[in-house]
Structure formats: C-alpha cells, structure tokens
C-alpha cells in the first residue's frame, strides 16, 4: 500500500475523541516520530534502535471494541469519552476498529432504545445499561459480546438475545458482566452467560488460545504476530533454557516461547487468565509449560531465596511499567537475559536505569506499531548480563 492509499481515510471524530489522530498526518510520518520517541526515552541505554516495524493496512486493526452507553436527549447512544471528559462522543464507525465489532454495537444501541432499556447514569448511579465490549478473534472469527450492566436483573433478556443473534448469526457467545460499582473500571467480577460458552478462541502462531472477557490479548492481532518473532529472536532460545514468563496473562509469549525452551514457568497475579492459561496449554498439548497465580515479583524472590535460577526472563508489564523491587527480583535469579516487552517508552527508559544497576544492558530494541495512529509505540528489548559496575 502506497503513501497516498494511507492518507486517504479521514475520521469525522477526530477533533473532540482523542482516541487517535487519523488524517494529522501521514502514516510514515508517525512511524519516524514513534522511532525518535523510543530513541528519546531510551536511546542513552540501547546502542541499537531498529525502524518501527509498521502495518502493511493501518485501519480496522482492532479486535477489541469498547463502547460506553449514554442517552443524548431521547436517543440511546455508545461511544467514547471526549478527551479529558466524561462528555460521550457517539460513534459509530471507528477507522481503527474491527468493522464487524462496530456494527454490533449500533445493533445493541438500538436494541437498548426499543426495548427501553435504562442507560447507567454515572453521576445518579442509576440505570442499568454502562458498557458494552466485543472481542474477535482474527484467525476463527469468533465473536463475544460483553453487555456491562449496574445489576444482575436484565429485563427482557431472553428477547433482547434473541434478537441480537438474529441481526448479527456470526456472534459466538453473549456475556453479561454486572460491575454494580461506582468505579471508571469498565468491567465487574460477576458474569452470567446468556448465550454460548462464555469465551472465544484464536489462533496465534500456530497455538489455539482461549479468550475470557478479561484476559488480556493483544488487541493487533497482525502486529502480535511480529511482535512475538521479535520477542522469541530476543530470547535467543536453543532448547536448554529454563523461561521465565512475568506478567504472562493468558500465556501466549511462553507458549510460543516453549518449542525452543526446555521449560517455561509463567506467572501472572490474575487467577482467571491463569485459568485460561492452564487451559491454552492443555488445549494445545504443551507439557513443558506451568502457570502460577502470584505476584511475579514476590514469586520470583522466593524462587532466588530457595537458590533458583532462570535463563531467561521475559516480561511485559502494563503501561506504568515494572517497579525496583521486580527488577531486583528478576536479577536475583541471575537469567544470561531479559527479554522487555515495553508499551510505554517512559517507564522502560527507568527500568533500564534499575537494570543498568543490576549489571544489565541493552543489546537491541525492535519497535512494532500495534496502535496505528494513536501515540503509543511498543518496543522489544534485550537485555544481557554484563556485570555490575563498580563504585
């Protein structure tokens, strides 16, 4: 795709969402200022930064939709928030989400209007309607709809089913999550199926994974694919390594990782993506792989108090990055390198200052765009053993 087939769509939301700045700029232009943003940040503590490794159609990439709920005047509406408010912006055709995703929720909005259906007030905390969120999984083309409701009661819930299915026969599963809290988290702790089997699956180099409403998956589902090749060359696996895999969710990078290690130990403080991860293994007949439920940086002292070690250490943590005490952790198991899946430059440019301490440096980083059009860059960093430096 040429330059000029990038700067033909232009998003009529972009002045007040904020979400992303489609038609700002070109694509390659963004690609150039993501790179000078990861030299910025952590350009001092890596002697080699590659090119942003961008997407070949930079639109429609998500499989991960969320919408909120709100009412303007008489009419029932879902989008997002306006940058820095809680003023909804309807939208209904968003240039970075999955066609189909969007689709189903214009349904469900009106759906909600003629069943007459209360929409969640956030200042009353009244109303039952708050959120609603798709999954798809790019490979099978299961679909799962996530209603977020303020209480377990759902008038109507049988017919309102009923008739999204008879819209949209494609969706797999229907979810009703209850988040009766008065909280900016989007999902509650409560689930009710109301129809199929309450995840979807996906394939993903090869391995079949499992997907609840709150596991994480990399929501670029293309770009995931060269960002686990970059993550897997990082390690610089010959079969012999023991892996460990911090922050791990529903286990994809360690098992993808386990075909060229001899075996991986995943962590992750979420028992439900370690369900799920427990499950992905079994499903893919993986058997030197085990998951634990714990804090990964509490686990992994334990291990180097018991006189552990690990080979390898691979590790990606949210966007506020990781903290000194797991990068003490970490180092305490003495691995040859660490492998940093980074989705905020910021943080990891101060992780690498603690892992400089710790004896640690940066071979090489290999920024993958997962986000076109947005601000955020990811970045695959490894990290070798290189002695700590003397006073």
Not at 79 to 87: D, L, V
Not at 137 to 155: D, H, N, R, W, Y
Request: hydrophobic share 40%; aromatic share 8%; with cysteine.
């Amino acid at each position: 795709m040429g330059k000029a087939d990038r700067e033909s769509q232009t998003c009529p939301y972009v002045a007040r969402c904020g979400a992303c700045h489609i038609g700002e700029k070109s694509y390659e232009e963004e690609l150039a200022e993501k790179k000078a943003q990861v030299v910025t940040h952590i350009g001092k503590y890596c002697g080699k930064i590659n090119d942003v490794a961008g997407m070949y159609y930079p639109y429609h990439y998500r499989n991960k939709v969320h919408a909120v709920f709100g009412r303007i005047k008489d009419e029932v509406v879902a989008g997002t928030y306006e940058e820095g408010t809680h003023t909804i912006i309807p939208v209904s055709d968003c240039l970075i989400e999955d066609a189909q995703a969007s689709a189903i929720i214009r349904t469900v909005t009106e759906l909600i209007q003629s069943f007459k259906l209360w929409v969640y007030n956030e200042d009353t905390g009244r109303g039952l309607m708050r959120h609603i969120l798709v999954r798809k999984g790019a490979s099978t083309k299961q679909i799962m709809v996530v209603l977020v409701t303020a209480s377990p009661e759902f008038p109507h819930k049988n017919n309102f089913v009923a008739e999204l299915r008879r819209a949209h026969p494609e969706i797999t599963t229907i979810v009703q999550n209850i988040n009766d809290r008065q909280t900016t988290m989007v999902l509650g702790e409560r689930e009710k199926i109301l129809f199929g089997q309450g995840y979807i699956e996906d394939v993903l180099m090869g391995l079949r994974f499992r997907i609840s409403p709150s596991s994480f998956y990399q929501v670029n589902s293309a770009q995931t694919q060269v960002l686990y090749k970059r993550a897997i060359q990082a390690a610089g696996l010959t079969g012999k390594e023991r892996v460990i895999d911090a922050y791990c969710g529903i286990g994809t990078i360690g098992m993808c990782m386990s075909a060229k290690a001899a075996h991986v130990t995943g962590i992750e403080l979420n028992a439900q993506a370690v369900k799920d991860a427990k499950a992905n293994a079994k499903r893919n007949h993986i058997n030197n792989i085990h998951f634990i439920a714990a804090d990964a940086t509490e686990y992994m002292t334990r291990m180097s108090q018991n006189g552990e070690r690990a080979d390898v250490i691979v590790m990606d943590p949210p966007r506020s990055g990781s903290t000194e005490a797991f990068v003490k952790a970490a180092a305490s198991l003495k691995p040859s390198r660490i492998v940093y899946v980074s989705c905020n430059p910021e943080t990891l440019g101060r992780d690498l200052a603690w892992f400089g301490r710790e004896g640690y440096r940066a071979q090489e980083a290999f920024p993958v765009d997962m986000f076109g059009f947005t601000e955020h860059v990811e970045v695959i960093l490894s990290m070798k053993y290189c002695g700590k430096e003397k006073n």
